[in-house]
């Protein structure tokens, strides 16, 4: 196949080039194929070399009763890269479960694994921070700006619980990368 592309692409330049003087517009058309090619070898370029960080999530919560609400936003653009699924990961004393979640629902992932997701999730938490409770995990889909909505239990105070966002990056030909962000309900 790539014998083929580069016989034609030869052909073209060859007879874009012995077609100039006769006829310029009929010798561009013969160079488009070149130029499609060097475009595209410089978006692949360009892709590899930009790079959002995870610095660039800028979150911001508002509270309603008792109510947070967890608004993101990619000051940067959204990573080329992401998976299609991003989590929240709350950490709650007693093991606590968070109420009333609303978030977009994740579209299209049936066929993901989502019990080996959320143990390497899980473990990717343990490396940055211990605990004796057991984070819970909603999936979010990632988007250049969202927002996930939920509600602690009772008795539980803010600064009582650890919240991280867990975005994930699924780069070509390497395994799936995570970046943590906390996210402070203080």
Known sequence: MSLILLIIL?????????????????????????????MLIGYVFYQSLYEVTIDSLQLHIDREYETFIVKGNWEEGLDEYRFPVAFAAFYVPGNGKIS??????????????????????????????????EPQIIDIEPDEQFQFSFTLPENVKPNEVKLYYVHVREKPMDSLEYWLKNIDLK
């Open 100 to 133: 009333n979640i609303k978030r977009n629902n994740v579209k299209n992932t049936e066929e993901m694994d989502w019990e080996a997701l959320n143990l390497e999730v899980k473990k990717i938490l343990k490396e940055e921070y211990e605990s004796e409770w």
């Open 10 to 38: 030869c052909g073209s330049i060859i007879t874009g080039i012995m077609i100039w003087e006769k006829n310029r517009i009929a010798s561009f058309l013969c160079f488009s194929p070149l130029f499609i090619l060097v």
